[in-house]
């Protein structure tokens, strides 16, 4: 069995109005995380160049930098490191829209793949298109999976990455609390959703998430960390301040989903827009419905 380390970058949010420097401070704080020579450095959902873009239009108007670009200084970071580096960008797509992704890269500075959310919230389809795929990446250390924030919600997301060998999944987020008084900021991911989804599935879970307010509406919750695959928290940041959370892992101790597979056949053949869950995705949830509560066994 071999450790590997973790940094998740808890990023304080800036806004899209200042992308630029929180791309500057996004880089400063993936140098700082190198320094403790981790394996893999994940940071959150949209770090590049912010998770709420108002609108497709006040995107195109702030003129980012090419995704290529920004690819290009994180992989600086990560052949500098020799590490894995996660990050989340708001991606052009060919349709004219946008994908909500997390681009992997390897110690030498490539693209190993991305992975597109998958659940959007309402107010994300203004701008967002969802996903259709879930890679899971063959690593030194084990397998590797990519899900980003709201996709935790839907047990069959983190249950089909465990099911195709991740042992350990990489969670880019932008959790968002109603709470204002820093020391009550959390989010249900963080209390019992993400925990739960490590214990379901018998895998690592590292989120990297934001703190502060953003467009005087999103308030994020921080709490970075990793959790065990019986679901408690290895390492958990602050509710309000940026800051490198660091942990050690151990993937080949991950047991995996204690389920058996052909009993999720679909999960593992079936295209992901073909799935009854990707329907469901696609309708609308009335407001008596919101707050739907269920076990699952």
């Known amino acids: 069995m071999t450790a590997i380390g973790i940094a998740c970058v808890q990023l304080e949010v800036l806004?899209?109005?200042?992308?630029?420097?929180?791309?500057?401070?996004a880089l400063d704080r993936a140098e700082e995380a190198g320094r403790y020579q981790p394996e893999i450095i994940l940071l959150p959902e949209c770090t590049y160049p912010a998770y709420y873009l108002h609108s497709l239009e006040a995107y195109r108007?702030?003129?980012p930098r090419p995704v290529e670009e920004i690819l290009r200084l994180f992989g600086e970071k990560a052949r500098r490191h020799r590490a894995y580096i996660a990050v989340g960008l708001a991606r052009p797509h060919p349709s004219g829209r946008l994908r909500n992704s997390v681009a992997l890269l390897d110690p030498q500075g490539q693209v190993l793949g991305l992975h597109d959310k998958l659940f959007l919230w309402h107010f994300d389809r203004e701008w967002f298109d969802p996903g259709s795929d879930l890679p899971v990446f063959d690593l030194?250390?084990?397998r590797v999976g990519l899900m980003i924030c709201a996709d935790a919600r839907m047990p069959e997301i983190p249950r089909a990455l465990a099911l195709r060998g991740a042992r350990l999944i990489l969670d880019a987020t932008a959790l968002v609390t109603a709470t204002?008084?820093?020391?009550?900021?959390?989010?249900?991911?963080?209390?019992?959703?993400?925990?739960?989804r490590a214990m379901e599935n018998g895998v690592w879970i590292a989120v990297a998430n934001k703190v502060g307010m953003e467009a005087d509406s999103n308030l994020y919750c921080g709490r970075s960390g990793v959790i065990t695959p019986d679901g408690q928290y290895r390492a958990m940041g602050?509710?309000?301040r940026e800051e490198i959370v660091l942990a050690e892992v151990d993937p080949e101790a991950a047991p995996g989903p204690r389920v058996r597979p052909d009993a999720w056949d679909p999960l593992l053949t079936a295209p992901h827009?073909?799935?009854?869950?990707?329907?469901?995705?696609?309708?609308?949830?009335?407001?008596?419905?919101?707050?739907?509560?269920?076990?699952?066994?």
Not at 180 to 196: C, D, E, S
Not at 273 to 287: F, G, S, T, V, Y
């Open 15 to 25: 806004g899209l109005e200042r992308a630029e420097e929180a791309l500057g401070r």
């Open 238 to 240: 602050s509710p309000d």
């Open 180 to 196: 204002g008084a820093p020391g009550a900021r959390t989010n249900p991911q963080v209390l019992y959703m993400l925990p739960a």
């Open 140 to 142: 030194p250390f084990g």
């Open 61 to 63: 108007r702030s003129e």
């Open 273 to 297: 827009e073909d799935l009854p869950i990707a329907r469901w995705l696609q309708e609308p949830i009335p407001p008596d419905a919101l707050y739907l509560r269920m076990g699952l066994l």
